[in-house]
């Protein structure tokens, strides 16, 4: 007997149903993987320094403004902007949240600008130039937006991801350090039990000591975490700077809170401060000390 096309259509759906099944029934369509990628990081930096120095008031500025909002919400986070002035200066904070209520809340933070000038050049003639902030605003960032799409969505914490701006515009007139940070910290209703910033952490050749200011019990979580990853040649237990940064307004508010930076870098505040001299395994390893640090905190 000849068969139909209606009854052909009809097996082959039945089949397609029983593969689904048995590829459920043998774990075939395993559960999502929840893993940092440090070369999606990495193009992360690249994506902002192809916008340009992104220093308060310019173009560059206002499109890391919108690309950070695109990522974070199509990674699924709630997105605030806080919109307020410091020193006749606009500032403006992206504040990604995953909300939790009643659970402990943590804020990740990292600085989107980068600098006017780049006042510690060794060419005076390129001084006046803005800082293209590869490692110094962008390699932050990156981890955070990479952290927003890989962390898992069921964490039994609250988690803010804070994009801070204004922080890099300290020693030039008519500016000070930390604007972003400050406001956010005096404006905002926060009750964080852990809060870390991340600052110039893709130095291909990253070494992070413990900063001073920093609260020791939380710094210890971290460098711990780390040690535990393989990763204690790159985060040193010693003590080396003390660091006026993000997590200042913090800490003086008594939030515990840590600056995981890595000072030792060469062209800060320089124009050589571009995308040669940040490294995806840098990035990685950072990226994943935080995300096991987050998916353990209890």
Same mark, same amino acid.
Not at 4 to 23: D, E, M, N, Y
């Given at each position: 007997?000849?068969? $139909?096309?209606?009854?052909?259509?009809?097996?082959?759906?039945?089949?397609?149903?029983?593969?689904?099944?048995? $590829? @459920?029934?043998?774990? +075939?369509?395993?559960?999502?993987?929840?893993?940092?990628?440090?070369?999606?990081?990495?193009?992360?930096?690249?994506?902002?320094?192809?916008?340009?120095?992104?220093?308060?008031?310019?173009?560059?500025?206002?499109?890391?403004?919108?690309?950070?909002?695109?990522?974070?919400?199509?990674?699924?986070?709630?997105?605030?902007?806080?919109?307020?002035?410091?020193?006749?200066?606009?500032?403006?904070?992206?504040?990604?949240?995953?909300?939790?209520?009643?659970?402990?809340?943590?804020?990740?933070?990292?600085?989107?600008?980068?600098?006017?000038?780049? @006042?510690?050049?060794?060419?005076?003639?390129?001084?006046?130039?803005? %800082?293209?902030?590869?490692?110094?605003?962008? $390699?932050? %960032?990156? %981890?955070?937006? +990479?952290?927003?799409?890989?962390?898992?969505?069921?964490?039994?914490?609250?988690?803010?991801?804070?994009?801070?701006?204004?922080?890099?515009?300290?020693?030039?007139?008519?500016?000070?350090?930390?604007?972003?940070?400050?406001?956010?910290?005096?404006?905002?209703?926060?009750?964080?039990?852990?809060?870390?910033?991340?600052?110039?952490?893709?130095?291909?050749?990253?070494?992070?000591?413990?900063?001073?200011? $920093?609260?020791?019990?939380?710094?210890?979580?971290?460098?711990?975490?780390?040690?535990?990853?393989?990763?204690?040649?790159?985060?040193?237990?010693?003590?080396?700077?003390?660091?006026?940064?993000?997590?200042?307004?913090?800490?003086?508010?008594?939030?515990?809170?840590?600056?995981?930076? @890595?000072?030792?870098?060469?062209?800060?505040?320089?124009?050589? @401060?571009?995308?040669?001299? %940040?490294?995806?395994?840098?990035?990685?390893?950072?990226?994943?000390?935080?995300?096991?640090?987050?998916?353990?905190?209890?």
């Amino acid at each position: 007997m000849k068969k $139909s096309p209606f009854h052909a259509l009809a097996l082959l759906i039945i089949f397609l149903i029983s593969g689904l099944l048995i $590829s @459920d029934w043998f774990g +075939e369509n395993p559960s999502p993987v929840f893993r940092f990628d440090k070369t999606r990081a990495f193009k992360e930096v690249e994506v902002q320094l192809s916008f340009g120095a992104r220093t308060p008031g310019s173009q560059a500025h206002q499109a890391t403004i919108e690309y950070i909002i695109e990522q974070t919400q199509n990674a699924g986070w709630q997105l605030e902007l806080h919109q307020t002035q410091r020193m006749g200066h606009p500032i403006t904070n992206v504040i990604a949240k995953r909300l939790n209520p009643g659970a402990k809340q943590i804020i990740l933070g990292a600085h989107y600008d980068s600098r006017f000038f780049s @006042d510690q050049d060794a060419d005076l003639l390129q001084r006046n130039q803005p %800082v293209p902030g590869a490692n110094d605003g962008a $390699s932050g %960032v990156a %981890v955070l937006l +990479e952290l927003a799409r890989s962390l898992p969505p069921d964490l039994p914490i609250e988690i803010w991801l804070v994009f801070f701006d204004a922080e890099d515009q300290g020693n030039i007139a008519g500016w000070d350090w930390i604007l972003g940070s400050r406001a956010f910290v005096e404006e905002i209703t926060i009750n964080p039990t852990a809060v870390v910033i991340l600052d110039m952490i893709g130095d291909a050749d990253l070494n992070i000591y413990l900063e001073r200011n $920093s609260d020791p019990q939380l710094a210890n979580q971290i460098w711990e975490t780390a040690r535990s990853l393989g990763f204690e040649k790159y985060f040193i237990p010693q003590y080396k700077y003390s660091i006026l940064d993000d997590h200042t307004p913090f800490l003086e508010r008594g939030f515990p809170a840590v600056d995981v930076i @890595d000072f030792d870098y060469a062209y800060w505040h320089t124009r050589q @401060d571009t995308l040669d001299k %940040v490294s995806a395994e840098s990035l990685g390893i950072i990226g994943e000390t935080i995300h096991h640090w987050l998916t353990a905190y209890e």
